[in-house]
């Protein structure tokens, strides 16, 4: 079966703080995203990444960045955390006939 | 105005009904995708479409190209069935992007 796992389920961080979410998946699939969720506004596009080394921002970037240096691993960047950034993260792997693989997320809480 | 809608925005249904939940999109499509996320929880891939029909189980999604129209079906309802039903379509291209709806929340009760 697919996987994808993203390494925290829920995080408390502070104002200010880098914060790494990691992502991983063991399918060999070139396509990761990374995705925000907060209610009433849905799941939005942070960041995708083609391959590796390749990024290109999602619908709302600003203060996030990406790091993709092994097919398997696609990681969010919280520059300095801010509260703002309290949210479900949600990482998707895709495979070439657009079959999409969702991680279990990781709840980010920043205080 | 958002490219997907989904209707109803909530569904209280009670164990064994037939429910439907519908998706409309405005933009050419590739493929369409039905997702499930119960409370607290992951997404779920219930179904990529980019005709006709596709049944699993009580599920059946169905997708009308010509009227840029899908449908999740479920049959049977049941309490475990509760959860957010999120429709999402690919437009095309090798980038593989998503753009989501806003989610149904269904509750069956028992």
């Known amino acids: 079966d697919v996987k994808v796992t993203q390494s925290s389920r829920y995080l408390v961080k502070r104002t200010g703080e880098k914060v790494f979410l990691e992502c991983v998946q063991d399918?060999?699939?070139?396509?990761m995203f990374w995705y925000r969720q907060d209610p009433g506004l849905g799941l939005r596009l942070i960041y995708f990444?083609?391959?590796?080394?390749?990024?290109e921002k999602g619908d709302i970037p600003e203060g996030y960045s990406v790091s993709r240096e092994k097919k398997e691993r696609f990681s969010l960047i919280l520059e300095s955390a801010s509260t703002n950034q309290t949210s479900m993260y949600l990482c998707?792997?895709?495979?070439?006939?657009?079959?999409?693989?969702f991680g279990s997320g990781t709840r980010l809480t920043v205080v | 105005k958002n490219e997907v809608e989904q209707s109803p925005q909530n569904l209280t249904a009670q164990e064994g009904e037939f429910i439907t939940i519908n998706c409309s999109y405005s933009?050419?499509?590739?493929?369409l995708h039905w997702l499930q996320q119960h409370p607290g929880g992951g997404i779920v891939s219930l179904f990529m479409?980019?005709?006709g029909k596709k049944k699993h189980g009580r599920l059946i999604a169905t997708i009308n190209i010509q009227e840029k129209h899908s449908s999740l079906h479920i049959t049977a309802s049941h309490p475990r069935d509760s959860a957010v039903y999120i429709c999402?379509?690919?437009?095309?291209?090798?980038?593989?992007?998503?753009?989501f709806g806003k989610g149904t929340l269904l509750t069956v009760n028992p």
């Open positions: 990444s083609y391959d590796v080394k390749m990024k």
């Open positions: 998707a792997s895709v495979s070439s006939n657009y079959g999409y693989t």
């Open positions: 479409l980019s005709s």
């Open positions: 399918m060999d699939h070139e396509n």
């Open positions: 999402a379509v690919n437009s095309g291209g090798s980038n593989y992007k998503l753009t």
């Open positions: 933009v050419g499509i590739s493929a």
